[in-house]
């Protein structure tokens, strides 16, 4: 944990007591019909965690698995049908997984024992439908257990995800027979391994392999987790921790683990979420105006899950699209930062290994936070308040507390010379509840105050990334809270700069730029999918790629001391004899050619309100020549709004406009909604044709519209 590298700062003697007296109000508290707000937010500062919550929250970053049968498939979601005999990694070591997780920061590992397809990583007798009819190990082997010996080994937290969405069950829609069924699976799992730290459950609910949809029994589900493993948590269809609500891997900026949505998924549980019309998704759960409304609180705090790779399974073509450090790094501040655990997804490969690439990034990150939190340069400080010692209790790591006894409040320190720093670090004693609602940090500069930061809700941890600053004082204000604030930790802290990743684009007539955010970089290329090195061609300016290719390239500072990770995007065919023939509808500057300009940062978008055209939508596309086409790629709309995102399609090809042939009837983009990122799909076989047209059947969240950022054909070469 980085906080093992943090001083505590004693700013101000508090009166320690047990985390759960009767002043506060553990995991929930009820409102009385007619209470007022003012008591609402008195009771809201005095909800507090369970122990598991809280030892689960102190967890910060924790490793997801995805692991099984679509990483020998290369899919995101099977369908059931997949058999058992594809499965069989050649060199599959669960110690590689564990020891590489442990070494980069992690302290719990969670593993896809079955995801949607319903195959079972391990030797279940519920089914055959697992790694008992499979090659490896000649049906003697046991994922689940491998890896739950490792993290003993290496003494990892373990944690179990369950998909309750089985497209490979018979009884699958059948609900009491199902139902049994996936208790059977769970029951074995919570047995069979010792101790679970974490069950993991899956929100996705489609249809079975008869086509029917399975209604979940949650209250057998959760007794039985409390039964048998008792101290565990259970994670999003849970009732202990939530899920963020994206797999982008950011939070909120305003993150309330005092929530007003109903945790999990009772029948008590789902009437509160409905009548409050709040999810998981939602931007606002703990707000004073959502607090009025409210008839019941939660202690319920967020799990951000993101993947180090653009797919949450292992696909080869995905080895060089290993997230940067600056963006791992990015996604550290914004959900650790952001109140939240951070859960990253690192899929194993075919071979079962860790891939070399994912575990340099790994080792990358963990040097990094290293090098920016092994110096507090609060250590030392001289606050203006009187200092005195305290007991406080021993799992509280940071020591002493600031308690205000007024709001707004300030803490004011003399750093005892000039300190320079980037990074700004505040924690609330969240077994004490969570309070702040608004805060600044200002730093004395030149003779004065100036502010530096300001934000919303701290929680278990804030960090907050500012330019450059030197100063010989820093304060805290503490400008609105529901209550005194009580502040555990507050830390100044200088991070090393980032040298960024190129980014490659290439327009519609084929030019390529590479460019990156670090100042005065050298950048270098390759176009034979050769590793770029310090002697690879120069980029010194935008250059042609008519006809597509394979570009690779790398920045470096320093006189090539130091560089960055390899960046590669592979083109296909440019788009300038291309033009849109026919499309279902288009809106205002959104017009369909906006899909075929070669630009992400555009797009087509078909009319969102008045008289809208419902789905299908379609685009028919002219290239101008005779292709020998392989695939097409389809790109979402960029930026935070996903709304229009394609779910389901078909897509044709045709050599003359007129005759079409259906190469892919109702296919489907699996997870888009979660995880909107660009989709390669390829064909069984290549087609010859001058154009193409794609369906859109039906949207990802159910609209009526449709947007898209580009689309395109993989030409073979």
Same mark, same amino acid.
């Given at each position: #944990? ?46 507090? =965690? ?12 924790? *490793? ?144 079975? =392999? ?19 493993? =008792? ?150 400080? *001289? ?302 076989? =290549? ?26 054909? #993989?030409?073979?070469?």
């Amino acid at each position: #944990m980085i906080a093992r590298f943090l001083f505590s700062v004693i700013l101000f003697l508090i009166i320690s007591g047990s985390a759960y007296s009767q002043n506060t109000f553990v995991k929930r508290v009820d409102f009385e019909p007619g209470e007022s707000l003012e008591s609402k937010i008195h009771k809201a500062a005095r909800v507090v =965690p369970t122990q598991e919550q809280y030892e689960w929250q102190k967890l910060e970053m924790t *490793a997801f698995i995805h692991f099984g049968i679509n990483t020998f498939t290369g899919r995101e979601w099977g369908d059931g049908t997949e058999s058992p005999e594809i499965f069989n990694p050649t060199q599959l070591d669960a110690r590689q997984w564990v020891k590489n997780l442990k070494e980069a920061g992690m302290k719990m590992v969670i593993i896809t024992a079955k995801h949607h397809d319903g195959f079972c990583l391990w030797p279940t007798k519920t089914t055959d439908h697992s790694v008992a009819s499979s090659p490896w190990k000649k049906g003697k082997g046991d994922v689940v257990k491998e890896l739950r010996e490792a993290c003993h080994e290496f003494d990892m937290k373990f944690g179990v995800y369950l998909s309750p969405w089985d497209r490979n069950a018979e009884y699958y829609g059948d609900s009491p027979a199902y139902n049994e069924f996936f208790l059977n699976q769970l029951t074995e799992l919570l047995t069979w391994y010792g101790k679970v730290d974490e069950v993991w459950f899956d929100g996705a609910n489609g249809e079975g =392999p008869n086509g029917k949809k399975q209604i979940y029994d949650w209250d057998a589900y959760y007794n039985k987790i409390e039964e048998l493993q =008792p101290n565990a948590v259970v994670a999003v269809v849970g009732e202990d921790v939530r899920w963020v609500g994206t797999e982008t891997g950011y939070g909120r900026e305003t993150e309330w683990s005092v929530t007003a949505l109903a945790p999990g998924a009772r029948p008590e549980m789902t009437k509160i979420k409905e009548e409050r019309g709040l999810n998981a998704q939602s931007e606002d759960l703990g707000s004073r105006d959502v607090i009025e409304k409210a008839d019941h609180l939660f202690w319920y705090p967020a799990e951000v899950d993101v993947s180090i790779r653009p797919g949450w399974f292992y696909h080869e073509e995905e080895d060089n699209r290993v997230k940067s450090l600056a963006k791992m790094v990015d996604i550290y501040f914004n959900s650790v930062g952001l109140n939240s655990v951070l859960l990253l997804n690192i899929p194993p490969d075919k071979r079962g290994l860790i891939h070399e690439n994912d575990v340099a990034r790994l080792k990358e990150l963990k040097s990094y936070l290293d090098k920016t939190f092994s110096r507090n340069l609060m250590a030392g400080a *001289a606050f203006s308040q009187a200092i005195q010692s305290q007991t406080v209790p021993a799992d509280n790591t940071f020591g002493a507390a600031w308690k205000t006894n007024q709001i707004p409040a300030t803490a004011e320190a003399d750093l005892v010379g000039t300190k320079t720093f980037n990074v700004i670090l505040l924690q609330e004693d969240i077994t004490k509840g969570q309070r702040v609602e608004k805060f600044r940090v200002e730093a004395y500069i030149n003779n004065q105050w100036k502010s530096i930061a300001s934000s919303t809700t701290i929680g278990y941890k804030k960090l907050l990334r500012i330019p450059e600053t030197s100063a010989s004082g820093v304060r805290l204000i503490i400008e609105e809270a529901r209550d005194n604030a009580i502040i555990s930790n507050f830390g100044l802290f200088k991070a090393p700069e980032i040298l960024t990743d190129p980014v490659i684009r290439r327009n519609k007539h084929g030019e390529v730029t590479i460019a990156t955010e670090t100042s005065h970089p050298a950048i270098r290329y390759t176009l034979n999918s050769s590793e770029p090195t310090a002697s690879s061609i120069e980029y010194k300016g935008p250059f042609l790629l008519k006809d597509g290719g394979t570009v690779k390239a790398r920045s470096f500072i320093n006189n090539y001391e130091e560089e960055s990770g390899v960046v590669t995007e592979e083109f296909f065919i440019n788009k300038s004899k291309w033009k849109v023939i026919d499309q279902s509808d288009e809106y205002g500057g959104y017009s369909a050619d906006k899909a075929i300009d070669g630009n992400t940062g555009t797009m087509w978008h078909t009319p969102w309100q008045g008289d809208v055209t419902s789905h299908p939508h379609y685009i028919s596309v002219d290239m101008g020549e005779k292709l020998k086409i392989n695939g097409f790629y389809y790109a979402p709309r960029a930026g935070e709004n996903k709304s229009g995102t394609t779910a389901k399609y078909s897509f044709f090809v045709s050599k003359n406009g007129n005759k079409w042939h259906k190469v892919v009837d109702h296919g489907e983009f699996s997870n888009i909604a979660n995880n909107p990122i660009k989709q390669n799909v390829e064909f069984i076989k =290549p087609y010859k044709a001058r154009y193409f047209k794609f369906v859109s059947h039906e949207g990802a969240f159910a609209e009526d519209w449709i947007s898209m950022g580009e689309i395109g054909v #993989m030409n073979v070469r």
